[in-house]
């Protein structure tokens, strides 16, 4: 039972955007509900990476200095880029901690997911933890009521209701008053990860290039598909991620998507048939290949109604490419716990509502600039430099990396605006 007083918050989806969300809003007289509608036993078998912009905000804004430590995270140290012969043409050392003052950060998801999870609802950290409920699918919201109704029938009122039910948002729907689907971006990723033991076994080849046990990325690119590669769980696993455009792989674009359909191995083999034979050998030796159509979504005209705020891909879908998604959830959830930092008791839905318009007026510019880079990214380089996107690589590099929390962003770009109004007077 809650107090009268205790601000009700209801979180829609435990993924990395929901356990975040709960990390920051945990506190004194609140009551955090994560309503996930999976049992949460098994997570995909993939690699993930933080970039320094979220990796700062949860050791340094949320002070969970424990976060390497207890994760099974493995400091990125750089990247290796091999050419289609198998040339190892480039090695860049990421000096991210001189340079951006934090780290990239990988891991193999299920141990990311593991670790948020418990800071989220462990009663060894601040503030009052949240409960997780498990199966517990939403099927309908009442944004100006913040009713959530669960597809067994059941609903729940909360002050403030978070939707980061993912890509395919059933909450999205409710904000927007219209079904806004996922794009096909014309591109999917093949997934693989194996034991580093069995690559050494059967792909000797392989390990002697790439050196799996070494904490890099290493990629091979190709005109139009390269593969990006990596260790996870202090280097017993390998990650391989196959990005290749949609037409090589003869998929019905239309079909059901999901994160786990399975990769036919004969049809990757077919599409990475020109790069190196040592690259092969790992593909033959798949037993399991995972497959990812890629769809990111538009910048969507608001991210919230009444008691409720989309974060993370519900509200911003974006490609890989510049392994910026799960960042930017965590910079969401960094906004929504500042911002309603100062609100202690039972809010009214007017405050909440006027909390959520500074959210997305805070988050909005920054994150559709990174959706629309991600998309440039992902283009074969002769059809990059678009009109929109006017930064270098390594000028957005640094606008993605040397983001510090909500508050700085919004002092910097009153200062921005400051500085254009002056110029104006200036000029006229
Ligand atoms: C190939 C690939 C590689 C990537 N690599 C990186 C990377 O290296 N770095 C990075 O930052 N990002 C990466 N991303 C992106 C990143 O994985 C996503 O941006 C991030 O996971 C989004 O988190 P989320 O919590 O918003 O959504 P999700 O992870 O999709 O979580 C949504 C959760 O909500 C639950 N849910 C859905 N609907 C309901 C409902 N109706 N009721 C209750 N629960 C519901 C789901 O079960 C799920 O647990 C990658 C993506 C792809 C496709």
């Known amino acids: 039972m809650s107090s009268p ?24 007289n609140r009551q955090v509900t994560i309503l996930e509608q999976s049992r949460l036993s098994t997570e995909i078998g993939a690699t993930i990476s933080l970039q320094p912009n979220a990796t700062r905000i949860i050791q ?11 994760s099974n995270g493995t400091i990125d140290h750089g990247f290796r880029i091999y050419n289609i012969d198998g040339k190892m043409v480039n090695e860049i050392p990421l000096r991210y901690k001189t340079q951006y003052g934090a780290d990239r950060i990988m891991w193999h998801r299920q141990d990311l ?10 009663t060894k950290w601040e503030g009052q933890p949240a409960t997780l409920r498990t199966s517990s699918r939403v099927s309908s919201c009442d944004c100006e009521e913040g009713k959530v109704t669960l597809e067994d029938g059941e609903v729940l009122e909360a002050d403030l209701v978070i939707g980061a039910d993912g890509i395919h948002s059933v909450l999205r729907t409710s904000v927007l008053g219209k079904e806004v689907k996922p794009k096909p971006t014309g591109f999917s990723a093949y997934r693989l990860m194996l034991p580093t033991t069995v690559l050494n076994e059967y792909a000797p080849q392989f390990a002697t290039n790439i050196k799996p046990e070494e904490p890099y990325t290493s990629m091979v690119m190709a005109h139009s598909c390269r593969l990006i590669m990596g260790p996870a769980c202090d280097a017993q696993l390998y990650s391989i991620v196959g990005l290749v455009p949609d037409e090589r792989m003869n998929e019905d674009p239309d079909s059901a998507q999901s994160w ?34 890629l769809r990111d979504l538009d910048p969507l005209e608001t991210w919230h109604s009444g008691r409720v705020i989309l974060i993370g891909d519900a509200a ?30 039972r809010p009214s839905r007017d405050e909440v509502s006027s909390v959520l318009e500074d959210v997305f007026k805070c988050r909005f510019e920054r994150v ?30 640094d606008y993605n990396c040397t ?14 605006a400051i500085t254009a109004g002056i110029q104006t007077v200036a000029v006229a």
């Open 5 to 28: 007083t205790q601000f009700r918050i209801i979180i829609v989806g435990g993924g990395i955007a929901g356990l975040a969300a709960a990390i920051a809003l945990r506190k004194d």
């Open 60 to 70: 340094q804004s949320w002070g969970l200095d424990n976060l390497l430590d207890d």
């Open 113 to 122: 997911h593991a670790y948020l999870r418990t800071m989220a609802t462990s």
């Open 260 to 293: 786990v359909t399975k990769g036919d191995s004969g049809k990757m083999l077919e599409t990475f048939k020109d790069f190196p034979s040592w690259t092969q050998d790992v593909l033959r030796n798949a037993d399991s290949i995972g497959l990812w159509q």
């Open 316 to 345: 911003h879908a974006m490609l890989p490419t510049q392994g910026q998604g799960a960042s930017q959830t965590i910079e969401d959830a960094e906004a929504l716990g500042t911002l309603f930092s100062h609100i202690t008791e």
């Open 368 to 397: 559709s600039l990174i959706q629309q880079f991600s998309r440039e990214a992902a283009k074969p380089a002769t059809e990059q430099g678009s009109n929109v996107i006017k930064m270098r690589p390594d000028e957005f590099m």
């Open 403 to 416: 983001y510090r929390g909500v508050r700085d962003w919004e002092e910097k770009r009153s200062m921005a």
